[in-house]
């Protein structure tokens, strides 16, 4: 992960979870275009992929592939 991306505060990630856990996908959508606008996308990139998303419960790491992948998918099965 890149100097960057670990000096990202924490203060700047914790909304995005509140905003995953109230099932707010606008406000979700909002932080993230205003973090890419203020670090980029490859920071981004890293945020979430190394900090975000793994700190994700199994419910709302669910509801965020459905909501990053509502275009294309019709329904999402669930598989033990």
């Given at each position: ?11 700047t ?5 509140t905003a ?6 606008q ?6 275009v205003?973090f ?24 709302s ?9 509502s275009q ?9």
């Amino acid at each position: 992960m890149s100097t960057v991306a670990t000096q990202v505060p924490i203060t700047t990630i914790v909304p995005m979870l509140t905003a995953i856990s109230d099932r707010n996908w606008q406000q979700f959508k909002n932080l993230e275009v205003n973090f890419v606008s203020q670090y980029g996308v490859d920071v981004w990139e890293e945020v979430f992929n190394f900090r975000l998303k793994p700190a994700l419960d199994k419910d709302s790491d669910r509801w965020l592939l459905i909501q990053k992948c509502s275009q294309g998918i019709k329904s999402v099965k669930t598989v033990a």
